[in-house]
């Protein structure tokens, strides 16, 4: 697949304050769809109307979006009743933002850490059930995918729980290959087995196996063949994000997933 055809197919990501202070410019220029970051500062800076005028910007160029909801100190099955109110609510916001950008997803993670709730798992996963269910109740009218990501989760379990516990068609599971290489005991292969039925979304970059670095696609030790041609074997065509934190990195990361797509022609879900 040539560059400028998937370009059209994939995502990049991009914070929404860099978007709007740095990134857009350049954004129109490549026609590059952004993968638009939130957090709280962003939303507590940022009022709708500069959304508004982004997102008419965006469509009137032709581009679609993904929104990364808020995920810092944020806990879906928090113990603490007040910490899952705080993140409910912020994923709710960018729900809204994500209705007023036509998105094609919002990504969100678990806020589970092992570290912090050993011996608390079920109550926990709970806890998650219970603010994902309102969650998706919330974004069901506006009929917005909601993909759990994962980031710190040993092994499969968290998810497994969770979307055993809701099967509604608008959750589904956005594998984020760097931080399995890097957080997870578990193997990739487990992790598609146990989860690939759900799976909606893959978050795409690379890393050396000890840090969660972000580099572009073919400059770390992640297997990508085994990831591309497990997807091309079970017919699957997830969105596709690339997440490389650096500008210079954002190229190369396009080259090395176009190598991918020409070994192993799936066509990326941007519907």
């Known amino acids: ?70 995920y810092s100190d944020l806990s879906l099955g928090a113990i603490d009743r007040k910490v899952r109110s705080i993140s409910v609510e912020r994923i709710k916001k960018a729900l809204d933002l994500a209705s007023l950008f036509e998105a094609r997803s919002v990504v969100c993670h678990t806020g589970f850490d092992h570290r912090h709730y050993f011996n608390l798992e079920d109550r926990w ?32 379990e968290i998810h497994k729980e969770i979307f055993r516990g809701i099967k509604s068609p608008l959750l589904g599971f956005c594998l984020d290959f760097g931080h399995q290489n890097v957080f997870s005991k578990t193997s990739l292969d487990r992790w598609l087995k146990d989860l690939g039925d759900r799976l909606g979304q893959l978050h795409l970059h690379d890393n050396m196996g000890v840090h969660d670095d972000h580099l572009a696609i073919g400059e770390g030790v992640l297997d990508f063949d085994s990831l591309f041609s497990w997807l091309y074997a079970h017919g699957k065509t997830p969105i596709l994000t690339l997440e490389p934190h650096r500008e210079e990195a954002v190229i190369p990361s396009l080259e090395g997933l176009a190598g991918l797509l020409n070994s192993y022609p799936i066509i990326p879900d941007c519907a």
Do not use: W
């Open 1 to 70: 697949m040539d560059i400028e055809r998937l370009k059209q197919r994939v995502f990049v990501c991009c914070p929404f304050d860099l978007l709007v202070n740095k990134y857009l410019p350049s954004l129109l220029k490549e026609h590059i769809n952004p993968e638009i970051g939130l957090n709280g500062e962003i939303l507590d800076q940022f009022q709708r109307p500069k959304f508004k005028k982004i997102a008419k910007i965006l469509k009137k160029e032709g581009l679609i979006c993904t929104i990364h909801a808020p």
């Open 125 to 156: 996963i709970n806890n998650a059930i219970e603010s994902m269910t309102i969650l998706l109740e919330y974004a069901s009218p506006l009929n917005i995918p909601l993909m759990l990501e994962n980031v710190y989760e040993l092994d499969t």
